[in-house]
């Protein structure tokens, strides 16, 4: 029973996916607290499994029996059942704003497709997390790329269709990308499943180098267009600022981080160290992820519009994760996903507050921000802990996984690296700090009326100040989720 | 003469990257929109290509179960894996046509030029 269990996860995004359209000739209600009470269900198994798996080691799952030669395999590992349970918890606060927020600029009409889609995400987001095998992977990843691509030119706006069909343009070529770097190992080692895979590259790998390597650099890249790891990072600031603000935070929080699950899974369980050091993909990953670090900081600093900011700030984040797996150590792969936890939550709060602001004031220049404070206390509260969680003050989830990273670095020997994070910390400082400053100071203080709280609706406020309370907690308790992480890092045989 | 011997071995191989460059220069350089999709399409193509080649075996016959003992069969499972990526890249055709047909719809212009240009006149106007 408890090896379906995954399976059956996927099958409930599934059903719900399927069940919401019969659902559209009752009020829009049912479908909420639907789809809220099926999310409950698969959080409350995603704990489950967690805790199952740390004690009893990873679930295999054959589909339809075949053997693993042949068939598709998945195997839940303790990285896959933590992110699993990350990105479905994340999904369920969001999800909690998409309903008070009746996902702005959206018609009527389109809020039951609204969620279909958001259903067949995360049926495609767990498949790709579980899945044991190379091709299942790409086909997950096509499933993400079209649903994606609807849910940003869902609103029926002139700017939404250019920046879908650009997103669409470079996920293919991306997805290309990868599927042939899946036909070169395939042309190799005869198998598309990561553990037979892995194992008959590591006795051939010197004899068909330049398969490999060709292989390997396809597949970082089409991973990397996806995941918008720097110089393929053009599609994301205009895709993420015309989505509604609920899919900016899913997409922006979750859906560039599940491409980075699959390149963890493609650099440490199919390569492996041996060839990965031979052909010296570390210094290159290293290098990409300190450019984006600082460019990502730079490209956001002149950015007026904030969501095209927040997305040009998620670019320098990616850096930040993509430089902890690019130390190739047990300690950079958990700095990596303790950060891939953080941001999720900050940059969700951001979008999400953010959102807020954009319902109730209608403005997106940044400069508009002034005084804002005193109209919405709890949003702009939040918006600042996101906020010094970006810049990675102490007492926010932020600052624990800079903490790591830079331990990390030390470690690996590299401490130049810090001089790297820490100046990208500090161009952080330079574009969200004018907007606390001058939405906390600059304004008549005469208008201020103590414990008067903004009157938007409740789901929105609640999800945004569960995720403020979730920055503060990991930022004050990191142990609560680090042991899990660390133990889940050091199955991938890392030094 | 090894040179041409080991072009026409691999000829296969080699047509299959030659179509995916092709593809690619044709999505990257081309300013049409439905030119760029034709090349995302030649470039799905061209990897559908190489994984057909990857499967044959010389001299094999389809994997269809004979009463021969001594016949070899081509490897069926990169057909297999190729018609599901048929589907998938249908999908994304047809899926970025339709957006196509909206843009022209709100702007009147397929043109990727045009196209910045009039993006940029409206966030100016903004």
Redesign the interface.
Known sequence: MINQLPIINMLIFLATALIIPLLSKRTFKITLIFGFIMLLCVVTSSFFLIFHIAEHGAILYQFGGHDSK?GIEFKVDLMAAIIGLFVVGLTTIIYIYSCGDETEGVEQKEYGRYYILLFIILFAILGIIYTNDL?NA??FM?II??TT??II?IKRK??T??A??RY??LN??G??SY??GV?LI??VTGY?NIDWVSQSIQSIWQLYSINIIIALGFMIVGIGIKAAIFPFHIWLPDAHASAPSSSSAILSSIIVKVYIVVLIKLLFKVFKLDILNHFHVSTILVIVAATGMIMGSIFAIAQKDIKRMLGYSSISQIGYIVMGIAMFSSLGLASAMFHIISHGLMKAALFLSVGIVIYKKKIKKKNDFEGLAYEMPITMSVFTIAALGMIGIPLTSGFISKLTLGMASLDHRQGYLIIIVVLSGLLNVIYYLPIIISSFLKSEPNTYHPFKIEKVPWPMLTSVILLGIGILTFGIFPNLIMNMITQAAELFGLI | MQIIQAFVDHINFIGAVALFLIGLHTVVTKKNLIKRIMGLNIMGTSIFLFLVAIGNVTGGVPPILQQDPNVNYINPIPSVLILTGIVVVVSMTVYSLSLTIKIYEMYGTINQDELTYLIREEEIHD
């Open positions: 042949i091709f790409y086909v096509e790329s079209i691509c609807s030119s002139k700017e269709y250019a879908s069909f669409v343009m293919e070529i997805s290309l599927l042939f036909a395939y042309m598309t």
